[in-house]
Antibody
Framework: QVQLQESGPGLVKPSETLSLSCTVS????????WSWIRQPPGKGLEWIGFISYSGSTNYNPSLKSRVTMSVDTSKNQFSLKLTSVTAADTAVYYC?????????WGQGTLVTVSS | EVVMTQSPATLSVSPGERATLSCRASQSVSSNLAWYQQKPGQAPRLLMFGASTRATGIPARFSGSGSGTEFTLTISSLQSEDFAFYSCQQYNNWPPTFGQGTKVEIK
């Protein structure tokens, strides 16, 4: 059974960089695309982007200038960095397997941007 | 980007009754439409893709229909575990976009 688990700081200061990792168990990261999706409080889901095991990426144009995704096949992990965060980046961040219709999701981690 | 609009925002239904959820796209997305179920504290679950194909392990009481700009998710006889939040998503155009969701609650 595939499981994904997000990890990272739950609180980030404005203008700093949000960094999250997703550890995959039950499946090799050297297959599939791997995605990040977020959900601000009280709002709908928003696609951030995806990465392949080889490192090719595709980001949401609205976030592209601030987003970097990477993959570490030795750890079966992939990661998200979002720079210059503001309060608008406060959200539950999900990692997921697959793109554009992920079939396995992590439970999500709340990241709050506040000083 | 394609704007997805779901209605109603909240649907109150009695157990055993039928629930019909709507999703509208601001432009045609063909049949490239998925539905997800979310419960508090749980990972979202893919229910449907290709507008009408059930994902692995999804019960037959869930059905999807539509193409172009109008889509429907129907739950034929609501079970207790079906009371949740449902989101539609188009993946015909980049970036994929989601609706604001419909909460299905117990009447």
């Amino acid at each position: 059974q595939v499981q994904l688990q997000e990890s990272g700081p739950g609180l980030v200061k404005p203008s700093e960089t949000l960094s999250l990792s997703c550890t995959v168990s039950g499946a090799s990261i050297s297959s599939y695309y791997w995605s990040w999706i977020r959900q601000p409080p009280g709002k709908g889901l928003e696609w951030i982007g995806f990465i392949s095991y080889s490192g090719s990426t595709n980001y949401n144009p609205s976030l592209k200038s601030r987003v970097t995704m990477s993959v570490d096949t030795s750890k079966n992990q992939f990661s998200l960095k979002l720079t210059s965060v503001t309060a608008a980046d406060t959200a539950v961040y999900y990692c997921a397997r697959g793109s554009p219709k992920p079939d396995n999701w992590g439970q999500g981690t709340l990241v709050t941007v506040s000083s | 980007e394609v704007v997805m609009t779901q209605s109603p925002a909240t649907l109150s239904v009695s157990p055993g009754e039928r629930a019909t959820l709507s999703c509208r796209a601001s432009q045609s997305v063909s049949s490239n439409l998925a539905w997800y179920q979310q419960k508090p504290g749980q990972a979202p679950r893919l229910l449907m893709f290709g507008a009408s194909t059930r994902a692995t392990g999804i019960p037959a009481r869930f059905s999807g229909s539509g193409s172009g700009t109008e889509f429907t998710l129907t739950i034929s006889s609501l079970q207790s575990e079906d009371f949740a939040f449902y989101s539609c998503q188009q993946y015909n155009n980049w970036p994929p976009t989601f609706g604001q969701g419909t909460k299905v609650e117990i009447k």
